[in-house]
């Protein structure tokens, strides 16, 4: 069955630190890979998505991130981060037709002065 | 930019009662879907709707809910007969088909009584 983790519940890192959210995914086919981001009290905003070609991927908001088939990983990353990106990070994964997403459980991200 | 528009934002309602949770998908989007998110927990995909019937629905969406398009514009998910434990977020999100990327509305906080 098609699954998404997230191994890392909490991080909390420095203003101006770089940051890299980890995801891995099970999933058969050629995967189609999201990352969404949650701030309180908001709905879900995307990021970025990949889908095939390049892969790496840029977004908004300064992030990127790298697809990893060999390990089935697609990790998000930005070099300096901002006290505004504080905030929930989902990562999702095309779970067969019709864009039914699967998610993973979320990594909390707290920013500090 | 377009956007998905829920409403209301908050609903508070009593154990049994029924609820109709709205939505207004992106105009030329053809697929719709409702996740829910209890506190503390993953967003848990529930239904897709295509052409005017359910494309797929979880375990989670049992006779209790139903889904409708009532109009060119409105998309709503109906809970008959409500349970303390569909408390959560829901969340409508729409895309315009294929492998599209599923927009998504700010929510519907649901508190059950």
Redesign the interface.
């Known amino acids: 069955a098609q699954s998404v983790t997230q191994p890392d519940i909490h991080i909390t890192v420095s203003e101006g630190a770089s940051l890299e959210l980890r995801c891995n995914y099970s999933y058969g086919a050629t995967p189609?890979l999201?990352w969404?981001v949650q701030s309180p009290g908001?709905?879900?905003?995307?990021l970025l998505?990949y889908?095939s070609g390049d892969t790496l991927v840029q977004g908004i908001k300064g992030f990127e991130a790298e697809f990893k088939r060999s390990q089935s990983s697609f990790n998000l990353r930005k070099p300096s981060v901002h006290w505004s990106d504080a905030a929930e990070y989902?990562c999702?994964v095309?779970a067969?037709?019709?864009?039914?997403?699967?998610?993973?459980?979320?990594t909390r991200l707290a920013v500090h002065p | 930019e377009p956007e998905v528009t829920q409403t209301p934002s908050h609903q508070v309602t009593q154990m049994g009662q029924e609820v109709i949770l709205r939505c207004v998908p992106i105009s030329n989007h053809l697929y719709f879907y409702w996740y829910r998110q209890i506190l503390g927990q993953k967003v848990e995909f529930l239904v897709s709707f295509y052409n005017n019937e359910i494309s797929e629905k979880s375990e989670i969406f049992d006779d209790q809910f139903s889904v409708e398009r009532p109009d060119g514009s409105n998309f709503t998910l109906k809970i008959r007969s409500t349970k303390l434990e569909d408390s959560a977020m829901y969340f409508c999100a729409s895309s315009d088909g294929g492998h599209g990327t599923p927009f998504f509305g700010s929510g519907t906080q649901l508190s059950v009584l």
């Open positions: 189609y999201f969404y908001q709905g879900l905003q995307l998505k889908f989902f999702a095309e067969g037709g019709y864009n039914k997403l699967i998610f993973g459980a979320g």
